[in-house]
């Protein structure tokens, strides 16, 4: 189960996430099927490779920060 502040940190990575790619949409957050303690962000991305790419490197410093300062491990899933 997700608690408070996994949300919170959730929808504040997506929302840093949102502020430099508006495009992008946040379509579910969920617990990962192998191990309940990651939680999993679900966006949907766009077509271009190369935006994929510069999104993916964006989050995954995001994601990393996170998991530095709250322990949390978040991982942003393209859709």
């Known amino acids: 189960m997700i608690n408070f502040k996994q949300k919170e940190l959730c929808n504040e990575l997506f929302n840093q996430l949102h502020l430099k790619y508006p495009e992008l949409r946040l379509t579910n957050i969920t617990q990962s099927p192998e191990n309940p303690e990651d939680i999993w962000l679900h966006i949907n991305y766009p077509e271009d ?9 964006f989050s995954s410093d995001l994601a990393t920060d996170i998991l530095l300062n709250y322990g949390y491990s978040i991982m942003v899933l393209p859709e």
Do not use: R, V, Y
């Open 49 to 57: 490779e190369d935006l994929q790419i510069e999104i993916g490197e």
